[in-house]
């Protein structure tokens, strides 16, 4: 489908009236869950979730909700009234952070709607920098990826684009120069880490901009309460100073962001695709000898 198709469907979207948005979301998530392979899906991304974190959790009723939160994704994105408006607690950590003149790496996952959590803190009057992608600002991607960017620019922020020519530079410039730069922990990378009971492959740029620069990290999470708009919370700042190696850094950072992946797994946008699995170790020869 051709993206002005898409972004014609996305604007008929938006039009929905608030009020109608609940009945509408619960229509189409029935109708995606009645499709076997988005079932088996949303299955897959919940055990990844839960089998190590809470092995007693409902992994079917997980799953239906998580099919019914990308539902909710899929429509709030169109829907920048509401999605930019997010509550956000903590942001006076975020603003102690900032202020002491070292730039700030604000740490998220793809967990609830972070380019709205993005535009919301935008919105407060404290402006982010948004590391994305370079196909974000492409004419020719897809309309969502394009709405996707739009909403996180919606409360002023500056895009930061990660170019292959230029690597992390325009990322430690920003920081250099005292921004607030936000960058996805759940990225498929290199360094090995433990997350969710597993072990996993993921990146290590958000501790590596931390620990060269001294910047303090920041976590953003999501959380659900009233309603069915997300509440962003900005946790107290991690001084890299404080910590005996970047490893350390790393442990609390994940540490700060688990508890709220594994409490609204749902909340969790295709939790597979954000890691890399290691490679299975070949057996000793000799302890089968």
């Known amino acids: 489908m051709k993206p002005s198709t898409e972004f014609a469907i996305g604007r008929v979207r938006g039009a929905v ?34 089998e190590h974190t809470r092995p007693d959790a409902d992994i079917e009723a997980a799953a239906r909700r998580y099919v019914e939160r990308q539902v909710w994704r899929g429509e709030l994105r169109w829907h920048l009234d509401i999605i930019t408006h997010q509550r956000v607690e903590g942001l006076e950590h975020l603003t102690a952070a900032r202020d002491l003149g070292r730039g700030v790496v604000l740490s998220h996952m793809h967990h609830g709607h972070f380019e709205g959590a993005m535009a919301s803190i935008g919105r407060r009057g404290v402006l982010i920098h948004a590391m994305g992608d370079a196909r974000l600002r492409d004419p020719d991607s897809p309309a969502w990826m394009q709405q996707h960017a739009k909403v996180a620019l919606a409360g002023g922020a500056v895009a930061v684009y990660l170019e292959r020519s230029t690597g992390i530079d325009p990322l430690a410039r ?5 921004g607030i730069l936000t960058i996805a922990s759940d990225v498929p990378g290199r360094t090995p880490m433990r997350f969710l009971g597993r072990d996993l492959v ?7 901009l931390a620990m060269g620069s ?9 959380e659900l309460a009233d309603g069915y708009v997300p509440v962003v919370r ?5 001084d890299p100073a404080q910590f005996p190696s970047p490893q350390k850094l790393l442990e609390a950072v994940l540490a700060i962001h688990e508890p709220y992946v594994v409490r609204w797994p749902e909340m969790y946008d295709i ?3 954000h890691w890399g699995i290691p490679p299975q170790q070949d057996p000793d020869p000799a302890s089968s000898a």
């Not at 948005?21 to 076997?36: D, G, H, I, M, T």
């Not at 920003?174 to 005292?178: D, K, L, P, Q």
């Open 17 to 50: 009236p608030r009020a109608l948005l609940p009945a509408f979301v619960k229509a189409r998530a029935k109708v995606a869950w009645s499709q076997e392979k988005v079932r088996e899906d949303a299955r897959e991304q919940m055990r990844f979730v839960l």
């Open 174 to 178: 920003t920081i250099a120069e005292g």
């Open 202 to 208: 993921g990146s290590f740029g958000a501790i590596r």
């Open 214 to 222: 001294g910047a303090p990290v920041v976590a953003m999470t999501s």
């Open 234 to 238: 900005l946790h107290e700042p991690l």
């Open 271 to 273: 939790p597979t695709s």
